[in-house]
């Protein structure tokens, strides 16, 4: 038998939830239209800020796919024809000669650099070297691992969230502040209005 209070949280969250309805809803007879007017701004900022976050799922899903799709690189061996840079060249720096076999068939040569292909420093001619070739049978540097796949579409999504939720607090505060200038002058009004009979004459 569940004891009492197995339910006692989500009765809580549910009247929580109950109270806050009814507070954006306007049902309290002591709120005047401008406050539903921001509590239904509230609640139109919350569901883009909702619909902004399924937004970001769908980008840092497509910048994820983005990048297995680039990193779809065929190994291959080069043999340099000419001998490699010096050994601790800056990369990209020093380059060489090679020649290399293409999965499709077939054999090209062209300038190999050891941004792309690092083990080529210090190599003489002849050596056999790893690459990676891209679609078009030119060589590319090594594809990112998983991890980092991972962690660059989660920062691309998290930046989305970030700049509209952002964007979002921006609206809200400049919405709020010309409100609450609303209010001030409603009650300046009020209190010509009334302050007088308020006031001991003298």
Known sequence: MPSSGSDTVPRVATGRMSRLARMLAGRNPLRRPIDRFEGAVLVTLA??????????????????????????LDPAVAVLVQHGPPAGSLPGAGQAEARWRVPG??????????????????AAAGTRVAVWLNRSGQPAGPPPGQAVMIIYALITG???????????????ALTR???????????????????????PQR
């Not at 068939?105 to 210090?122: D, N, Q």
């Not at 502040?177 to 006031?199: I, V």
């Open 47 to 72: 569901a883009i800020f909702g619909l902004a976050v399924a937004v970001a799922a769908i980008v840092g899903t497509h910048t994820y796919e983005s990048q297995q799709a680039a990193a779809r």
């Open 158 to 172: 998290g930046a989305v969230t970030a700049v509209a939720g952002v964007a979002l607090l921006i609206a809200y």
């Open 177 to 199: 502040h010309a409100l609450d200038r609303r209010r001030l002058a409603g009650w300046e009004t009020a209190w010509a209005r009334t302050g007088p009979s308020w006031t």
């Open 105 to 122: 068939g077939g054999e090209r040569s062209g300038v190999l650099t050891t941004a792309t292909v690092p083990g080529i420093s210090g």
